[in-house]
């Protein structure tokens, strides 16, 4: 089953004089379940693309159909509630709300979703043991390493059940340790859940956990391979 | 959530946030606080002059009040006063001789306005009685075979009616403010002594202290040892009723003290039994009616009834009596609306600020809470709710701190006593006991509510302008 379409799809930057083809017809298709890592070097047009996928950003031209809804069809409001429905994102630098818990953080979303309160501990909880944080439930962000931060993170991510998760450079701030452990939680997760993984990075300890690597250049896809 | 995570985030930068409530806190606490001061002031100054002054509505011949002519009576002075105590509203009634002359003693003169009243009842229209200096008399009570008169302090001092003595009192005062035991002992021998001059009784300290001793403690001495002379005489000239220039010897029967020079220096207060002999009037002839009424907010109400009553005669409140009463009350209303305006307009303006600043700073976390699905709608209302919560907890603080210092100040008052001549002068008290209405308390939290809510809108239509994109670009 497909839950990401992406058709022909070219981002140009004119906010300058000069004219950045940041992304050159990229064209790929996402089964629910993948575990799919995005490398290529920087300026390539990895950030750029997540951005797209994920609804952040729009394409210059060219589709991107996620469980087959056209994201161009939406208004920005749709698109945002859109967002919380479907999809997750982990962010490079954690981009947790620094004020509130690590269960206020990850129960966020689904408050916004108006989640039965009962539901929402009981998933928040789950989750949170799932990244191995259940001790640390009331810790607010400062009080976290950047690994717990990126934990917690993906937690949040996965709160609302989405369709994919878009994780742009999870790693690039975690130190190796952290980078296995976090690894290791999120292909249990993409497993037992079933979620789709997909994320960019650089680290090449990495691209090894990953099921399918895509490589990309100059805003173009160079190579696509899956391994079992 | 919205609302815990707004509030949080208000505590996010404690220091700043603090600084705002603070400022805030001390805006609202100083508008408050000087509108009670005010307020205190005006309506203790309307009830002065209501009470110890005019009194609430005036009867008179209409043309009476152009030149005081000592024959424009009221005419059936006992039917008018049994219509007027009829009409409801009206508490009690004075009735008055008024007469224009001078008062004399042996060394000063000074033109006064000659009340003649029956002193029982004007107690009960008016409060001068309350207001004696203890030790000059009293109003009218202690029986006499002389005239009476009843005057206010500042007419005492200019008729000079002050006597200088040093007594036991006095030295002990003196000693209690470190008067040196030399000085003291060379005052001793003219203890007991009384001077009636002011020069006699600087004579005689001349004569015992040096030239350096007068100069570092006369004024001292000389403000400790006067003291108003009680049942001292005075002579009250004027023409009567067959214009024939008349007078007679006076004994001071009390010396009110009222905050108010001019009425103090104008006015001076006579038997009519006594007045009457010495004009020629008949005992139960009088120019003028004073009323009280139960409730000073019934003025326009009883004085359109009493005008309705005699039509050939002058009803005048005291709104028109003194004008500048009514238009001082009306005058501040607007100056407090002038003050909560530029109180509020800094707590906009602080509040746009610290939120503009706030915004800014959390580009990058409102463009995540946008890209994991917080739609417009509410991160809207998140910065709405942070600007309230950080109005309203400043605003609240204000009105606590308020509402504490006004409860305390209210039954102490506030003694303005270094200014106290400035303000007598101007007829207000110099302790003045800060009011505030519960419904202006209401009207100012209403404002500061409104006020935190319109800055709030700037700053969250700026959060709303965020590309989540670019805001999680930015590092
Ligand atoms: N807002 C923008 N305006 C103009 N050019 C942009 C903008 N955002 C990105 N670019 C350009 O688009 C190209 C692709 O950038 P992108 O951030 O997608 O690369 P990336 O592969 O994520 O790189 P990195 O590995 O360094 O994160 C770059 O040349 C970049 O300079
Ligand atoms: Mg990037």
Redesign the interface.
């Known amino acids: 089953m497909k839950v990401l379409e992406i058709k022909n799809v070219h981002k140009i930057y004119n906010s300058s004089e000069v004219k950045v083809h940041a992304v050159n017809g990229v064209s790929l298709d996402f089964e629910k379940g993948e575990f799919a890592a995005i490398v290529g070097p920087s300026g390539s047009g990895k ?1 750029t693309l997540l ?1 797209m996928i ?1 609804g ?2 729009t394409p210059t031209s060219g589709e991107i159909m996620v469980d087959h809804i056209n994201l161009a069809g939406l208004k ?2 749709a698109l ?2 859109f ?3 479907n999809i ?2 982990v ?1 490079q ?1 954690y ?1 947790l ?4 818990t690590a269960k ?1 953080n990850v ?3 689904m ?2 979703q108006k989640w039965d309160k009962k539901e929402r501990d009981q998933r928040t909880l789950e989750l949170l043991k799932a990244v191995g944080l259940e001790d640390r439930i009331n810790s607010r962000p400062s009080k976290l390493s950047g690994g717990q931060q990126q934990r917690v993170a993906v937690a ?2 996965l709160a ?1 059940k989405p369709k994919f998760v878009l994780a742009d450079e999870p790693t690039a701030n975690l130190d190796s340790k952290s980078t296995e452990t976090l690894l290791d939680i999120m292909e249990e997760l993409n497993r037992e859940e079933g979620i789709t993984f997909i994320f960019s990075t650089h680290d090449a300890r990495v691209v090894k956990k990953a099921r399918r690597v895509i490589t990309v250049e100059d805003g173009q896809v160079i190579s696509d391979e899956r391994k079992n | 959530m919205i609302w815990k995570t707004a509030w949080k985030n208000v505590w996010r930068n404690k220091v700043r946030s603090l600084v705002v409530i603070i400022s805030i806190t001390i805006g609202i606490f100083g508008g408050i606080f000087g509108v009670a001061v005010m307020n205190g002031a005006i309506a203790q100054r309307v009830d002065a002059a209501l009470n110890e002054e005019i009194s609430h509505i005036h009867i008179n011949d209409p043309a009476f009040r152009d030149n005081y002519d000592i024959q424009l009576l009221i005419h059936n002075h006992e039917q008018v006063l049994t219509t007027i105590l009829e009409t409801p509203g009206v508490n009690s009634v004075s009735s008055r001789t008024l007469i224009t002359g001078m008062a004399n003693t042996a060394t000063k003169s000074a033109g006064v306005q000659i009340i003649g009243i029956d002193p029982e009842k004007e107690k009960e229209v008016m409060r001068l009685n309350e207001t004696t200096i203890p030790g000059t008399g009293d109003f009218f009570e202690t029986a006499s075979r002389h005239n009476l008169a009843y005057i206010g302090e500042a007419l005492a001092k200019e008729l000079n009616i002050i006597r200088y003595r040093i007594d036991e009192a006095v030295l002990d005062s003196l000693a209690a403010q470190e008067l040196p035991v030399e000085v003291l002992d060379k005052l001793v021998p003219f203890s007991g002594k009384r001077f009636t001059s002011e020069k006699a009784f600087k004579n005689e300290v001349k004569g015992v202290l040096s030239m350096k001793e007068q100069r570092e403690y006369g004024a001292l001495i000389k403000e400790e040892a006067w003291s108003f002379r009680t049942r001292s005489k005075m002579t009250l000239t004027f023409l009567d009723s067959e214009q024939m220039q008349t007078g007679a010897v006076f004994r001071i029967a009390g010396i009110f003290d009222i905050k108010n020079s001019i009425f103090e220096m104008g006015q001076v207060l006579v038997k009519n039994e006594d007045l009457s002999i010495l004009t020629g009037l008949a005992a139960n002839d009088y120019h003028q009616m004073i009323v009280r009424l139960d409730d000073v907010e019934s003025t326009e109400e009883v004085t359109a009834a009493l005008s309705g009553k005699f039509p050939g005669m002058e009803v005048m409140n005291w709104k028109e009596i003194q004008p500048d009463l009514a238009m001082m009350t009306d005058m501040v209303q607007k100056m407090y609306a002038i003050f909560m305006v530029i109180i509020l307009a800094a707590l906009a303006f602080g509040i746009v600020n610290t939120m503009l600043m706030v915004v800014l700073e959390r580009t990058k976390e409102l463009g995540m809470l946008t890209a994991i699905g917080m739609n417009k709608k509410r991160v809207f209302r998140m910065i709405m709710l942070e600007s309230i919560f950080l109005s309203m907890v400043g605003g609240v603080a204000g009105m606590i701190v308020s509402k504490i210092l006004i409860g305390l100040t209210a039954t102490r008052g506030i003694n303005f006593a270094s200014y106290a001549e400035g303000f007598e002068a101007m007829g207000f008290a110099a302790h003045i006991y800060p009011s505030i209405s519960t419904s202006f308390f209401i009207t100012v939290t209403v404002l500061i509510i409104i006020t935190g809510v319109l800055s709030s809108i700037y700053p969250a239509l700026k959060a709303l302008k965020l590309d989540p994109s670019e805001a999680l670009r930015t590092e």
């Open positions: 950030t951005n994920g952040l950003d920005s409001s945002i509630d967002r919380m429905r997750g994102f962010f630098s981009n709300i620094p004020v509130l206020e129960e966020f979303i408050s916004l949040r991510a609302s």
